[in-house]
């Protein structure tokens, strides 16, 4: 449940926060604040629940995992004090909060991962990765994108490469990206004494045309004349516009290179 990398500055009032229910009273609760370094918060009595309870120990409990929305933060005697209730949190914000807490603590034990098959310490790790990571909202959506371009998308950041590599390896193992795939058969046919050389070129520069970031085509022959186009994408939208964009290229390419017999036919669509 706890986390290596946590926030060393106070939250703001209206920020949601994930925190661990430590000791339960009469007047309220104290909870450790999970995403912050060694900080608690109260939770005054009156901001536990809208409903009517008789014993505080009915609705939260210790050792209890409660997503709460700051209402003060103030600063006594050198002694940061929290306060948070959990009745301001609607039930949308708690699901959203909750799933944001679970993928921060997946990007927090790749990072943790890392830094142990380099040999080096959470603090190094925290300074040449995390330092990088934590200015989203959402860190795993950056090493999500990462898996899918390459670790240059670390390096871009400011992650040092020995470190973007090691953190681009590691995230593979435990990130699988959902596609979806659109295969179509194209038959070219050319009756000219270099015909194989003008259908080669002809797939070469389909392939090129399709080249992106977020689209991945394969080429490969069943069985001349006959070829299989594979596209992969990350939404059906991606996939469907690559399709097209192939479908007309081939008509113009196969003119151009005087290609006797063109066909593109759909098979099935795959979710990978």
Known sequence: MSIPFRKR?????????????????EYGAYA???????????????????KYVKDIRDVIKENQIVVGKVIRVEKKQGRLEVDISLKRVFEGEKRIKLLRWKRLQKAQKIVELVAKNMGRSIEEAYKSVWVFLEKFIDPLSIIEEAVLKGYQKFVELGIPEEWAKALFEEAKKHITIKTVKIRGIIKLVSYKPDGIERIRHTLLEIKNKI???????????????????????????????????????????AQNMGIDVVEFSREEIERG
């Open 9 to 25: 500055s106070p939250p703001e009032v209206g920020e949601l926060v994930v925190a661990r229910v430590k000791k339960v009273f």
């Open 32 to 50: 450790e604040l999970l995403e912050y370094e060694n900080l608690e918060a109260f939770i005054p009595w009156s901001e536990v629940t809208t």
């Open 211 to 253: 080249s992106q970031d977020n689209v991945k085509v394969s080429l490969y022959t069943i069985g001349a004349p006959r070829y299989r186009v594979e596209i992969e994408a990350y939404d059906y939208k991606t996939a469907e516009k690559a399709f097209s964009t192939i479908n007309e290229a081939l008509k113009s390419l």
